[in-house]
Nanobody
Framework: QVELVESGGGSVQPRGSLTLSCEATGTIFSLNALGWYRQAPEKERELVSVITAGGSTNYGDSVRGRFTLSRDYRKNLVYLQMNSLKPEDTAVYYC??????????????WGQGTQVTVSS
């Protein structure tokens, strides 16, 4: 069973910064993608940033240039550094991991979500 341990989030003023982290734990054979999505009230869940097994990092259009996703390769752990935050970044941020377990069963796991609020 794969579990995602999320940390970070909270409230910040516009133009401020926050860092989220997510660690995938459990019996993992391979991790194909690890990253973050977000969902604002009355909106669909959208990509924030994910990093693939090959090391490629993808960003949503609305965060590119402001957010940076990095990975600790010693662990299945990613950090999302969010700079120049805007009120429209307010959302629940969800960590997502996709890959194969130790028994070669595919998984697509979601964290419980962490609230990010940007407001003056």
């Amino acid at each position: 069973q794969v579990e995602l341990v999320e940390s970070g989030g909270g409230s910040v003023q516009p133009r401020g910064s926050l860092t989220l982290s997510c660690e995938a734990t459990g019996t993992i054979f391979s991790l194909n993608a690890l990253g973050w999505y977000r969902q604002a009230p009355e909106k669909e869940r959208e990509l924030v940033s994910v990093i693939t097994a090959g090391g490629s990092t993808n960003y949503g259009d609305s965060v590119r240039g402001r957010f940076t996703l990095s990975r600790d390769y010693r662990k299945n752990l990613v950090y999302l550094q969010m700079n120049s935050l805007k009120p429209e970044d307010t959302a629940v941020y969800y960590c997502n991991a996709r890959g194969y377990s130790a028994t070669r069963v595919p998984f697509d796991s979601w964290g419980q979500g962490t609230q990010v609020t940007v407001s003056s």
